[in-house]
């Protein structure tokens, strides 16, 4: 069983940064991805970034450029910096990993929110 504690939201104006922490516990074994996905009231989750095991990272249109995710294999943490943030980018954010091995295995974190003040 993997757990993910997530840390690291909060209230912040236009234009300023959060970064957001997750820490994976449990067997996290390879290939794997780690990520983040957010959803906004009355919307439906998305994905905000990924990171594989491999080396490869995926953003949403509508954050490159501004977030960055970021990951220690050796710590089992992934991170994800969010830079001029605008309130668009208002929701509950989740640590997501999915680890294939036999099957696949998707586990998420409790989620943390982030609100952006106009």
């Known amino acids: 069983q993997v757990q993910l504690v997530e840390s690291g939201g909060g209230l912040v104006q236009a234009g300023e940064s959060l970064r957001l922490s997750c820490a994976a516990s449990?067997?996290?074994?390879?290939?794997?991805?780690m990520g983040w996905y957010r959803q906004a009231p009355g919307k439906q989750r998305e994905l905000v970034a990924t990171?594989?095991?491999?080396?490869?990272?995926n953003y949403a249109d509508s954050v490159k450029g501004r977030f960055t995710i970021s990951r220690d294999n050796a710590k089992n943490t992934v991170a994800l910096q969010m830079n001029s943030l605008n309130p668009d980018d208002t929701a509950v954010y989740y640590c997501?990993?999915?680890?294939?091995?036999?099957?696949?295995?998707?586990?998420w974190g409790q989620g943390t929110q982030v609100t952006v003040s106009s």
């Open positions: 997501n990993v999915v680890i294939v091995g036999l099957r696949k295995y998707e586990y």
């Open positions: 449990g067997n996290i074994f390879s290939p794997n991805a």
């Open positions: 990171s594989s095991s491999g080396g490869g990272t």
